[in-house]
């Protein structure tokens, strides 16, 4: 197999999975282990992919974010810890919004058996997580559905979301900037996130060390309009001295974001 050849077949790979390992490259396009790190070396050099232990993770473009399947797969552990912190911020009684997201996905799932809980959702996986949680009223937003990540968006959500003024809003961000700036890759999810945003009394940011500086083209908002900020890891100066002055309340996990 010719070099132009394995490049597209382990970028196929990635796109596919999120991550590819160098000992599976290695055994299925039956190469050395040696010949896919130098592989991996030059697609990381192209901007295509970002080199992790062991392997390599798919690096998104400024317009168009990962796949959402292989979304899943990046930053997992740091994804659930952010889940069950951010989970843990909402008392019995409370009314939220949970919006589009993998990392929303997983404070779904650490808040099922809870009860007295009201749940609005443009997001169909978090109905399909909720649903066995008798104690979890589900109310769905409606609108279209997009078939990539099963969320509802467009004029019809929005002017759906704009009837409540809910306790707390779970929110998610395909990217961060230093300057505070959430970013986001489809200007219809963005419109849903805003008016999400403004419906709620507190407003809860949930995303991994991953985010920070990656590419996107339309701005959510600023992180000024979020009370508490959970993630993994904040390694950023800037950033964490913007979030102090604008009195965000910053939750590190520690998991690894890997």
């Known amino acids: 197999m010719a070099v132009e050849q394995r490049h597209e077949a382990i970028l196929g790979l990635a796109r596919k999975s999120g991550r590819v390992t160098v000992e599976a490259l290695a055994d299925q396009?039956?190469?050395?282990?040696?010949?896919?790190?130098?592989d991996l070396n030059d697609l990381c050099d192209q901007g295509l992919l970002n080199r992790v232990h062991g392997g390599a993770v798919i690096a998104a473009g400024g317009v168009d974010n990962l796949e959402y399947e292989a979304r899943r797969v990046l930053a997992r552990e740091a994804k659930e810890a952010i889940g069950a912190a951010a989970a843990a911020l909402i008392p019995e009684k409370a009314s939220l919004f949970i919006n589009i997201g993998t990392t929303t996905e997983e404070v779904a799932k650490a808040l099922q058996g809870r009860t007295g809980?009201?749940?609005i959702t443009n997001?169909?996986?978090?109905?399909?997580?909720?649903?066995?949680?008798?104690?979890?009223?589900?109310?769905?937003v409606g609108g279209r559905v997009r078939s990539a990540d099963r969320a509802s968006v467009g004029a019809f959500a929005v002017d759906f979301i704009r009837n409540f003024k809910v306790d707390f809003a779970v929110i998610g961000a395909s990217a961060m900037d230093e300057d505070g700036s959430l970013l986001d890759f489809d200007i219809n999810e963005v419109q849903v996130s805003q008016t999400i945003i403004h419906?709620?009394?507190r407003v809860i940011l949930v995303a991994d060390s991953q985010k920070l500086g990656?590419?996107?083209p339309v701005r959510i908002g600023h992180i000024g309009d979020v009370h508490v900020f959970v993630t993994d890891r904040l390694d950023s100066p800037t950033l964490a001295a913007r979030c102090e002055a604008q009195g965000v309340r910053v939750i590190e996990t520690g998991a690894a974001s890997a």
């Open 29 to 38: 396009l039956q190469v050395s282990r040696q010949t896919i790190r130098k």
């Open 214 to 216: 990656r590419p996107a």
């Open 123 to 140: 997001n169909l996986n978090v109905v399909d997580i909720l649903a066995a949680s008798p104690g979890i009223e589900v109310i769905v």
């Open 199 to 201: 419906s709620s009394r």
């Open 117 to 119: 809980l009201l749940v």
